[in-house]
Antibody, heavy 117, light 106 residues
Framework: QEQLQESGPRLVKPSETLSLTCNVS????????WTWIRQSPGKGLEWIAH???????NYNPSFKSRVTLSIDTAMRHFSLFLNSATAADTAIYFC???????????WGQGIPVAVSS | IQLTQSPSSLSASIGDRVTITCRAS??????LAWYQQKPGKAPVLLIS???NLRGGVPSRFSGSGSGTDFTLTISGLQSEDLATYYC?????????FGQGTKLEVQ
């Protein structure tokens, strides 16, 4: 059964790097884009970025200067690194699968992350 | 591209026909998807390409529209349809979502 599962620290200090990993169970990693989306009360759902199996990335300009994605298809996971975190980055972070045309057809359960000292 | 949904919330009864609209700030052709998000859960893709029902989604859900105006319709509301519904455009990066429509079932 195809599943996505986010993991990582749920509390990050301001100015530090928010780092999350998404483990991919089942299916191929080659035919999709692997995506990070976050949800907060203030900004709703925000598409952050995605990465292909070959490492090609596209970023939301709102995050581009602070975000890096990586992927390890052998270990079947991909990761999000958001540096210089602020309270505004407090949100539920979802990893999701993009069918390459922008439909998110599989989601992780989401992981709440708070940025606070 | 900004997406504006209306209404922001609505209350309806079992069996009702419910319509949610999504307006795009520019022409997105048919590059629009709809999602359902139940409390405490991740969104689920209901409709792609404005009107294509995804596998496993009940046939009471339907989508229509193109360009800047889109509609999600639930024909025969069920109690399990309690959720927030979001539209999302797929035309260009960055993809964006509407602010959501919270559906309460009376």
């Amino acid at each position: 059964q195809e599943q996505l599962q986010e993991s990582g620290p749920r509390l990050v200090k301001p100015s530090e790097t928010l780092s999350l990993t998404c483990n991919v169970s089942g299916g191929s990693m080659r035919t999709y884009y692997w995506t990070w989306i976050r949800q907060s009360p203030g900004k709703g759902l925000e598409w952050i970025a995605h990465i292909s199996h070959s490492g090609k990335t596209n970023y939301n300009p709102s995050f581009k200067s602070r975000v890096t994605l990586s992927i390890d298809t052998a270990m079947r996971h991909f990761s999000l690194f958001l540096n210089s975190a602020t309270a505004a980055d407090t949100a539920i972070y979802f990893c999701a699968r993009d069918d390459t045309v922008g439909n998110f057809d599989l989601w992780g359960q989401g992981i709440p992350v708070a940025v606070s000292s | 591209i900004q997406l504006t949904q209306s209404p922001s919330s609505l209350s309806a009864s079992i069996g009702d026909r419910v319509t949610i609209t999504c307006r795009a700030s520019q022409d997105v052709k048919k590059f629009l998807a709809w999602y359902q998000q139940k409390p405490g859960k991740a969104p689920v893709l209901l409709i792609s390409s404005a009107s294509n029902l995804r596998g496993g989604v009940p046939s009471r859900f339907s989508g229509s529209g193109s360009g800047t105006d889109f509609t999600l319709t639930i024909s025969g509301l069920q109690s399990e349809d309690l959720a927030t519904y979001y539209c999302q455009h797929l035309l260009t990066y960055p993809y964006t979502f509407g602010q959501g429509t919270k559906l309460e079932v009376q």
